[in-house]
Antibody, heavy 119, light 108 residues
Framework: QVQLQQWGARLLKPSETLSLTCAVY????????WSWIRQPPGKGLDWIGE???????TYNPSLKSRVTISIDTSKNQFSLTLTSVTAADTAVYYC?????????????WGQGALVTVSS | SSELTQDPDVSVAVGQTVRITCQGD??????AIWYQQKSGQAPILVMS???IRPSGIPDRFSASSSGSTASLTITGAQADDEADYYC???????????FGTGTQVTVL
């Protein structure tokens, strides 16, 4: 069964850059979309963006100016960078695998990482 | 703000049926997909866009869609079904994904 394991800095100061990486184990990296989703404490889910194996990316318009998602197919890893963070970026960040079709959904999820932005 | 609207909370007695709805214009065109999130855990997929349950999801979960409204139904709810449920679909542009506002299901 595919497992997603994520890591990265958990405590940031305002204006710093958030960086998270997600590694994919026990499954094919190819043919899927690799996504980042976040959830502020006590709130709902918010899609950040995704990347395909080719490197093609799509981002949430509300975050597009600050977000970069990259991929390293040789390591079966993909990463999230979010610049100029503020307290509003405090959230649990999830990496997820989305199936190749619109009907597929986010099939597998990482365990989540709480990132706190505080001065 | 989310383009998909859900009732904030619903309750159901054990063994009874509960329907969770999701409303949004994009649902007229794109699939609704459903996720369950238990407290402190990552979400899991409970219903794909073609109303197919992933392996391991009980058959008491079913889904339907009509016009701008999609529904997830739990027939014979169990205590283990107590969780937050989110719908998801593409947004009105078709290029991005959005999640519904979420429904907290309490099993009495």
């Amino acid at each position: 069964q595919v497992q997603l394991q994520q890591w990265g800095a958990r405590l940031l100061k305002p204006s710093e850059t958030l960086s998270l990486t997600c590694a994919v184990y026990n499954g094919s990296f190819n043919g899927y979309y690799w996504s980042w989703i976040r959830q502020p404490p006590g709130k709902g889910l918010d899609w950040i963006g995704e990347i395909f194996q080719s490197g093609d990316t799509t981002y949430n318009p509300s975050l597009k100016s600050r977000v970069t998602i990259s991929i390293d197919t040789s390591k079966n890893q993909f990463s999230l960078t979010l610049t100029s963070v503020t307290a509003a970026d405090t959230a649990v960040y999830y990496c997820a695998r989305r199936g190749p079709y619109d009907s597929s959904g986010f099939i597998s999820w990482g365990q989540g990482a709480l990132v706190t932005v505080s001065s | 703000s989310s383009e998909l609207t859900q009732d904030p909370d619903v309750s159901v007695a054990v063994g009874q049926t509960v329907r969770i709805t999701c409303q949004g214009d994009s649902l007229r065109i794109y699939y609704a997909i459903w996720y369950q999130q238990k407290s402190g855990q990552a979400p899991i997929l409970v219903m794909s866009g073609k109303n197919i349950r992933p392996s391991g999801i009980p058959d008491r979960f079913s889904a339907s869609s009509s016009g701008s409204t999609a529904s997830l139904t739990i027939t014979g709810a169990q205590a283990d079904d107590e969780a937050d449920y989110y719908c998801s679909s593409r947004d009105s542009s078709g290029y991005h994904f959005v999640f519904g506002t979420g429904t907290q299901v309490t099993v009495l």
